[in-house]
């Protein structure tokens, strides 16, 4: 990926975004750009000339907003409150994260709403390039600006701070003088600039959008395969049915798992196959259609906001004025976290009800827990806690987080949306589930197994002989920890899904 992405406001989309970010694809401010950001300067300048109270510009923000200080002061105040809301809390933010932030923030203040020195965002633009990453604490934001935890950021602008920079943990100023560059003199709003917008929440929310669309494509394969274990009916995976529902996300999964599924023996009949399913196998793909109609609302907002200011004050360039702006809140896109959460929280449940039936000769045929020896082996019998213990967490991550907020600066900041915790909750959602799917897969291999010889789908069978690489059939009882581990790890590096891509292609 050596093109370099011009950025300018509006064209951020989350596949460029994702480039950025994972594939550390160079970006460059839009030359076009500029003279709408040194107009939306100019204003600035023009009313901090005429001595108009600006929220700050010339006032303090927060409780402090009647706070009058002088134009003399402004590089000092900026400073102070890049210092004074350097407030996050462990842990620190994985790289990843911080260059998802840089990238959103750089594009939202190309939109020329926040009136931010160019130069500064020349140095984001840089730090992007360069692999400089300041180090940016993952708490103590609460979603309506994320101004304690974004000047972390600021830190590094200043030559201050830490960051990462060639694989170490390095003073800022320090990996700022090996790229030959200097720290950022701070005039008119610039502190208030880099510390106020939504750009962590949303960073989190963009990862968590391209997380789960892995896990989704995974968690469909793993479906697959563990319906094949099953010997369960193809008939809900039709195109016609689903289609008759008209929901988007069904129709997609199902079509999904029909194609993972072509040439499985699951379309031979068999007298003894069950007529209908028990829901969590019969409704797989329909419950994976929930989560992925949640994530579509996620990524329909969340390419809005990185795409549009959320500064407030909001500069009004075309009037030579600015206002007062409600466009920090994020309560949209939080809620559509919440309910990603409560739609993978059902999947979830699915994998759990799943694992409890593939282990019961009632729904199979095959031996309990599926050992292969039914007095010498005790099999997958007491793994049914951890499944249950990993989906328990799932449930109490769950919860709505949105809602849950203090009232705080003196009672003017009576509403939040909680975005970044939202967002890392969720995220702990999608681990978990990592585990889970690695267990399902686990049993649905050794079921298919146990089904001696039968042919698997074209897909399902390849993500299966992936997974037996590194995990073995399951012969006698071993330590069951470490091929937990192990699948998870399948999982998470991306093997899996490199295997089904492969065979899917």
């Not at 160079?26 to 023009?46: K, N, S, T, W, Y």
């Not at 934001?141 to 602008?157: R, Y």
């Not at 919860?399 to 705080?408: A, I, Q, R, V, Y």
Request: some cysteine; charged content about 20%; proline content about 4%.
């Amino acid at each position: 990926m050596n093109r370099t992405l011009l950025l300018n406001g509006t064209n951020l989309t989350l596949e460029r975004l994702f480039d950025v970010v994972y594939l550390r694809r160079r970006v460059e401010i839009d030359p076009a750009i500029l003279p709408g950001l040194h107009a939306c300067r100019q204003v600035l300048f023009d009313l901090a000339a005429s001595g108009t109270p600006v929220y700050g510009l010339n006032h303090g923000v927060g409780w402090n907003k009647d706070r009058e200080f002088s134009p003399e002061f402004f590089e000092q105040y900026n400073r102070n409150l890049i210092n004074s809301h350097s407030l996050g809390i462990a842990p620190y933010c994985s790289v990843e994260e911080v260059r998802a932030m840089l990238c959103i923030r750089l594009n939202t203040a190309l939109c020329c709403r926040t009136g931010i020195s160019p130069e500064i965002l020349t140095m984001y633009q840089e730090f992007l390039n360069r692999g400089i990453h300041p180090r940016v604490l993952r708490r103590g934001a609460v979603g309506e600006g994320d101004v304690s935890t974004l000047p972390l950021i600021g830190q590094t602008v200043i030559g201050l701070g830490e960051a990462e920079y060639c694989g170490k943990i390095v003073p800022s100023i320090e990996a700022l003088c090996a790229e030959g560059m200097k720290p950022a003199v701070l005039g008119p709003k610039d502190g208030l600039s880099i510390a106020s917008s939504n750009a962590q929440g949303e960073s989190l929310a963009a990862l968590l959008v391209k997380e789960t669309q892995d896990l989704l494509k995974l968690g469909n394969a793993v479906y697959c395969m563990s319906l094949e274990g099953l010997n369960g009916g193809l008939q809900p995976l039709g195109r016609l049915v689903n289609e008759l529902r008209g929901l988007e996300g069904q129709i997609c999964c199902a079509a999904d798992c029909r194609r993972y599924l072509k040439g499985s023996y699951l379309a031979q009949s068999d007298p003894n196959r069950a007529l209908q399913d028990p829901l969590s196998y019969r409704c797989g793909a329909a419950v994976h259609g929930a989560v992925w109609d949640a994530l579509e609302f996620v990524k329909k907002y969340l390419v809005i906001q990185i795409n549009h200011t959320d500064d407030n004050p909001c500069i009004l360039t075309e009037e030579g004025t600015i206002s007062v702006s409600p466009n920090f809140e994020t309560t949209t896109l939080s809620l559509g976290v919440d309910m990603l959460a409560a739609a993978l929280c059902h999947m979830s449940r699915n994998i759990v009800n799943r694992l409890l039936k593939i282990v019961d000769p009632s729904f199979t045929g095959l031996p309990r827990f599926l050992t292969p020896h039914e007095v010498k082996t005790i099999g997958y019998s007491t793994i049914q806690k951890s499944f249950a213990a990993l989906d328990a967490e799932n449930r109490w991550l769950s919860n709505t987080c949105s809602t849950d907020f203090t009232p705080f600066a003196g009672g003017i900041e009576d509403h939040a949306s909680n975005l970044p915790l939202a967002a890392t909750r969720t995220l702990q959602i999608v681990d978990n589930l990592r585990y889970m799917l690695g267990i399902e897969a686990m049993h649905a291999a050794q079921a298919t197994d146990m089904r001696g010889g039968v042919t698997l789908g074209k897909v399902s069978g390849a993500v299966k002989a992936r997974l037996r690489e590194t995990i073995p059939y399951l012969s006698e009882d071993r330590n069951l920890s470490l091929d937990i581990a192990a699948a998870y790890e399948c999982i998470r590096s991306g093997d899996l899904l490199r295997a089904l891509e492969a065979a899917d292609s």
